[in-house]
C-alpha cells in the first residue's frame, strides 16, 4: 500500500504561482510513474503532468511552459510547480502514483485562481 498526502495548494491571483508537494508513505523507487491530475467542477478529471522513474516527464498542453513537475526519490516525494497561474486552472488537483500493479490516489488539494 502507499498512501499519498498532498500539500500547498491554496488561493492565488491570475499570473502567480503555486508549489503544491506530495509524499508518499515509502519508498518511491518501485513507483514506476508519479503525478499530477485536476478535476475541475462539472469535468471529468484530466492529466496535469507525470513524471517515470527514470526522469522522463509529460505535461498536458495547456500547462507546458507553465508547469513543472518534479521527483525527489530521495524524499518520496513529487512536487509541482505552477507559474503564469489562469483561472482556467481552479480544480482540485490529485496526486497519483502508478506501480506495476496497482495504483494510488492522494485525497486531492484545492487551487483556487482568481481572476
Known amino acids: 500500500q502507499v498512501q499519498l498526502v498532498e500539500s500547498g495548494g491554496g488561493l492565488v491571483q491570475a499570473g502567480g504561482s503555486l508549489r503544491v508537494s506530495c509524499a508518499a508513505s515509502r519508498s518511491s523507487f518501485s513507483i514506476n510513474i508519479m503525478g499530477w491530475y485536476r478535476q475541475a467542477p462539472g469535468k471529468q478529471r484530466e492529466l496535469v503532468a507525470i513524471?517515470?522513474?527514470?526522469?522522463?516527464?509529460t505535461y498536458a498542453d495547456s500547462v507546458k511552459g507553465r508547469f513543472t513537475i518534479s521527483r525527489d526519490n530521495a524524499k518520496n516525494t513529487v512536487y509541482l510547480q505552477m507559474n503564469s497561474l489562469k483561472p482556467e486552472d481552479t480544480a482540485v488537483y490529485y496526486c497519483?502514483?502508478?506501480?506495476?500493479?496497482?495504483?494510488?490516489w492522494g485525497q486531492g488539494t484545492q487551487v483556487t485562481v482568481s481572476s
Open positions: 513524471v517515470r522513474s527514470g526522469g522522463r516527464t
Open positions: 497519483a502514483a502508478f506501480t506495476s500493479s496497482e495504483d494510488y
